[in-house]
């Protein structure tokens, strides 16, 4: 579904990603590891054509993506769910899932009503739709941000630190969340500080280092890997 060959891309000249190589099949939950500044939002951003790659490929369903509009992107079937959730606080949380859709409101119509899927996933969603988004707790806000990701039915669903700030009961709950989201169908990458739950979930992860890919594998070898147990899973 995805192939990123030798990116590379900078802020300035701070060079944040090294050369990545990552590639995505249909259908897998991957996740992207590292500690912070890493690159991995920068790797989002570079996908969901936020941050423009100064060299390499990034090849989506065929075709090469690095220089399309995030709109574009959006109406192609990539959708992101940033990192802090970047919620409209003002509006309300339906208005908030309206503008989800917006790139995609002309072919919505021919699909399942993208409200009915969020809400059967995000009940507390259904029963908050008219209260404003900044009003919500912080859990309440990254189901919000999901939901917000999901209203444009994406194939490909990129998801920066859904676990950042919640309570252990509520993590457990996004992580269900996300396993049942890839249970219809939609492919997920997956951005993480918190690697233990990310490589439970996931398939295979990519670990970053100062904008390099460090390791890459299956997430259950990676879990017991020395290396990555003393650097992120706390050596236990
Ligand atoms: P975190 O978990 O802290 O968000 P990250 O792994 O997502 O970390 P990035 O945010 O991608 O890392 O940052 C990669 C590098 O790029 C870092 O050195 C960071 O300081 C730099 N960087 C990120 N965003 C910007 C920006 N808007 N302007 C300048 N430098 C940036």
């Known amino acids: 579904m995805l192939k990123i060959t030798a990116l590379n891309a900078y802020y300035d000249n701070i060079h944040a990603l090294k050369n990545i190589d990552l590639e995505i099949q249909e259908g897998e939950i991957v996740s992207l590891i590292g500690s912070n500044g890493a690159g991995k939002t920068s790797t989002l951003s570079c996908i969901m054509g936020l941050l423009r790659a100064q060299s390499g490929s990034i090849i989506y369903k065929g075709r090469d993506i690095s220089a399309s509009s995030p709109d574009k992107l959006v109406g192609e079937g990539i959708s992101l769910s940033p990192e802090g959730r970047e919620v409209f606080p003002g509006l309300t949380v ?3 899932l309206r ?3 917006y790139s995609r409101r002309d072919r919505l119509h021919k699909s399942r009503d993208p409200f009915s899927r969020v809400h059967e996933l995000f009940p507390r969603l259904k029963e908050r739709k008219a209260q404003a988004a900044g009003t919500l707790s912080g859990g309440e806000q990254q189901m919000l941000a ?6 444009s039915d994406p194939q490909l669903l990129l998801l920066d630190e859904p676990s950042m700030g919640l309570a252990p009961n509520l993590v457990l709950l ?7 989201i890839n249970r219809q169908g939609v492919t997920i990458l997956l951005v993480e500080q ?3 739950m990310a490589l ?13 890919i460090a390791l890459s594998g299956a997430s259950k070898d990676l879990l017991t890997d020395d290396a990555i147990r003393k650097a992120y899973l706390g050596n236990h």
Do not use: P
């Open 200 to 212: 439970r979930l996931s398939g295979r992860a990519y670990v970053l280092e100062t904008g390099r």
């Open 146 to 151: 999901i939901g917000r990701a999901l209203m």
């Open 99 to 101: 503008l989800g859709m």
């Open 94 to 96: 339906e208005e908030n």
């Open 174 to 180: 996004i992580f269900e969340l996300i396993k049942e």
């Open 194 to 196: 918190n690697a233990n």
